[in-house]
């Protein structure tokens, strides 16, 4: 069986996965940017060798540990990471011509980290984004010009090209990333909103619920007193179903039905409605092995993911499919699970726009304190969602 994980933010999983890819571009261009007259191989007798290797490990060697540190450490820690390898890079490059030991380097060689400057660039565009991106990038060109011209035997104009190359370069790399994790930003913004309108759209559920389950205690315990007192004679224990009736209306009148704890048993009949309402000819059934009630915002959150989770089986799991909600209460918390013997799906397929299992159900569940969600399916062998809740 699969199950469908989303944890964390769609930010936060697109920036751990740039990490990892610029982490292993910096190991490739290290392997290929090693030999020859520009590579670092090649200048290991020309500069000074502590400087050069502060320099490899600014440029390669730190880089290179991101595809780990990425999926070990806070995001925070690797944001102050980019930014040791960014000033790092940025010093070594304007301390390169003090560190040269040679008048030139040899063959018209140039600085090594000049092929280097997309790296740290798309790390800053990545952990900071906004301005300091194209002040990095743009920053490129001046450097290699003036650093060029100090370290090589050549034209002005060979040494602009070159400038204007890594600033071109910089810039493409550290465009595309900045609008890769602007997307991701968006995608978590677009959810939160979604998340705020199911729980808006649960709350008013709840209420519609209580309401009827209000004008259901009104009738019962208020219409039929006045029914029977209106016989004659009047029929026995009308005085004990009158002082009931009256009870009724007084935590009517005192006390906010909807704001308070749902007991076990209206819970259950809350359930109950959602899922008579949600879809036809779904079996329901329940255990209560506890007294201790539930908060509201716990109802309303169930209510809305278990009516998203039928639906969902109405559109996708087939014609044929038998659908079943079981609701178990307990003193510890609350199940409620939701299955099908439809076609199934693939969880790790469903697309991220497809909001109702990620949004409605997931992460409905997920942001309720003590609470949670998971999904088993597989093609052909149908669907089983699974609500928790844990008490404090």
Known sequence: ?????????????M???????????????????????????????????PFLL???????????????????????????LVTAVAIGFVSSQLLFPFALETETLAN??????????????????????????????????PIVIVVGLA???????????????????????????????????RLDAVAERAREQASLEAG?????????????????????????????????GLSDQARGALISVEALATADQVAKPYAPDDLV??????????????????????????????????????EEAIRNSLLHAGSEATRAVGVTVTARGLEVVVEDNGLGFSPREVPQRRLGLRVSILERMRTLPGGDARVRSRPGVGTRITLTWERP
């Open 1 to 13: 069986m699969a199950d469908v994980v989303s944890e964390r933010t769609a930010l936060d999983r």
């Open 15 to 49: 920036t751990r996965t740039m990490y990892f890819a610029i982490g292993i571009a910096a190991l490739i261009f290290g392997a290929l940017y090693a030999p020859g007259p520009s590579g670092f191989l090649q200048q290991l007798d020309q500069v000074n060798k």
């Open 54 to 80: 502060f320099s490899i490990a600014m440029g390669i060697v730190l880089p290179g540990l991101f595809p780990i540190l990425g999926y070990l450490l806070p995001l925070s820690v690797m944001r102050g």
């Open 108 to 141: 018209q060689g140039t600085p090594w980290l000049q092929g280097f400057g997309a790296i740290p660039a798309t790390l800053v565009a990545v952990a900071w984004g906004g301005r300091i991106t194209w002040i990095f990038a743009l920053s490129q060109g």
């Open 151 to 185: 370290t090589r035997e050549g034209t002005v104009i060979s040494a602009v090209l070159d400038g204007l190359g890594a600033t071109v370069t910089c810039s493409i790399f550290a465009g595309v990333s900045a609008a890769v994790i602007l997307a991701a930003a």
């Open 204 to 236: 008013a559920l709840t209420r519609e619920r209580e309401q009827s389950r209000i004008n259901a205690m009104v009738h019962d315990d208020i219409m039929s007193v006045l029914l029977s007192a209106s016989r004659e004679p009047a029929p026995p």
């Open 269 to 306: 009949a809350v359930l109950r409605a959602t899922v008579g309402d949600a879809g036809p000819d779904v079996a329901f059934a329940y255990t209560i092995d506890g007294t201790d009630s539930v908060p509201k915002d716990v109802v309303a959150a169930f209510a809305e993911a278990t």
